[in-house]
T-cell receptor, first 114, second 123 residues
């Protein structure tokens, strides 16, 4: 079975500062990894996904993530935080044999202050 | 982009009644839809996988007789919470995976598009 651990349930940054949200996964087979963002009372929006191509994945809104197999990590970064980035972020994993079933991490709430 | 809608967005019901939640893919066909449950300040937990024209597959610990799923068309899946109780109060979210016909695509990599969620409160 697959699992995801997001380190830090809350992250707070200043506007313009680097955003780093941590995600570590566990999987016995090659994983597919995803980052989703959830705004209050809304569904999830895909930011980016890793599907065994390039290890550095660029997504929407200036976010990117790097797949590091040796560290079993898929951390999400953004060079400069905007106020509009404040939301909850979820890392998720799926594997080929699960046919798209996603296993989510616990989520990280990102707060951006002026 | 692909849009998934859910109806209703909020529902309050009395204990013992049944509630139906609809999930629709508005501009694409979805052979597979997923139903999740999210408790306050917790992550999404997959409840079941809904496949058009066949029975849903439920995750371990999810009562299939309590959470009835019907996926009658390529754009609609419904979740009915039967005989609801206060502990069923939660945020229910569906997602839809776009149906594609390429042999090269790996199912695990298909993007899932999420609905906005339905807040169920059982009194």
């Amino acid at each position: 079975a697959q699992s995801v651990t997001q380190l830090g349930s809350h992250v707070s940054v200043s506007e313009g500062a680097l955003v780093l949200l941590r995600c570590n996964y566990s999987s016995s087979v090659p994983p597919y990894l995803f980052w989703y963002v959830q705004y209050p009372n809304q569904g999830l929006q895909l930011l980016l996904k890793y599907t065994s191509a390039a290890t550095l994945v660029k997504g929407i809104n200036g976010f990117e993530a790097e797949f590091k197999k040796s560290e079993t990590s898929f951390h999400l970064t953004k060079p400069s935080a905007h106020m509009s980035d404040a939301a909850e972020y979820f890392c998720a994993v799926s594997v080929l044999v699960s046919y798209g079933k996603l296993t989510f991490g616990q989520g990280t709430i990102l707060t951006v202050h002026p | 982009g692909a849009v998934v809608s859910q109806h209703p967005s909020r529902v309050i019901c009395k204990s013992g009644t049944s509630v139906k939640i609809e999930c629709r893919s508005l501009d694409f066909q979805a052979t597979t839809m997923f139903w999740y449950r999210q408790f306050p300040k917790q992550s999404l937990m997959l409840m079941a996988t809904s496949n058009e024209g066949s029975k849903a597959t439920y995750e371990q610990g999810v009562e299939k007789d309590k959470f009835l799923i019907n996926h009658a068309s390529l754009t609609l899946s419904t979740l009915t919470v039967t005989s609801a109780h206060p502990e069923d109060s939660s945020f229910y979210i569906c997602s839809a995976r776009e149906t594609r016909r390429s042999r090269d695509l790996q199912p695990g990599t298909d993007t899932q598009y999420f609905g906005p969620g339905t807040r169920l409160t059982v009194l």
